[in-house]
Nanobody, 130 residues
Framework: QVQLVESGGGLVQAGNSLRLSCVAS????????MGWFRQAPGKEREFVAA????????YYGDSVKGRFTISRDNAKNTVYLQMNSLTPDDTAVYYC???????????????????????WGQGTQVTVSS
């Protein structure tokens, strides 16, 4: 059974940084793509970032491109989301997602859709104050 546990959320002032972590268990981590989504109150869930199983390919949502960086450490079964230059619009619950069947990603749209149908963590709250 795949389990995903996020951590690293919290309250931060605008302009500062946070790093989220997601530890996966239950299968061979490096074989599967991983990603992050977020959902703010009253808004639809939003794709944030994705990374292929090897870590070679990464994709980002338009609202975070250039500010957030996704990475993974396959030896630690962990995927990270480094978030810089945070703004109040980044306030949301951040969810880690794991692909159900593959590590390769065929582009941004593919990354978003395949991870939406994957396994999910319980989420971690990020609050950015102005």
């Amino acid at each position: 059974q795949v389990q995903l546990v996020e951590s690293g959320g919290g309250l931060v002032q605008a302009g500062n940084s946070l790093r989220l972590s997601c530890v996966a268990s239950g299968r061979t981590f490096s074989m599967y793509a991983m990603g992050w989504f977020r959902q703010a109150p009253g808004k639809e869930r939003e794709f944030v970032a994705a990374i292929s199983g090897s870590g070679v390919r990464t994709y980002y949502g338009d609202s975070v491109k250039g500010r957030f960086t996704i990475s993974r450490d396959n030896a630690k079964n962990t995927v990270y989301l480094q978030m810089n230059s945070l703004t109040p619009d980044d306030t949301a619950v951040y969810y880690c997602a794991a692909d159900r069947s593959r590590g390769y990603l065929y582009g941004l749209s593919d990354a978003r859709s395949t991870l939406e149908n994957g396994y999910w963590g319980q989420g971690t709250q990020v609050t950015v104050s102005s």
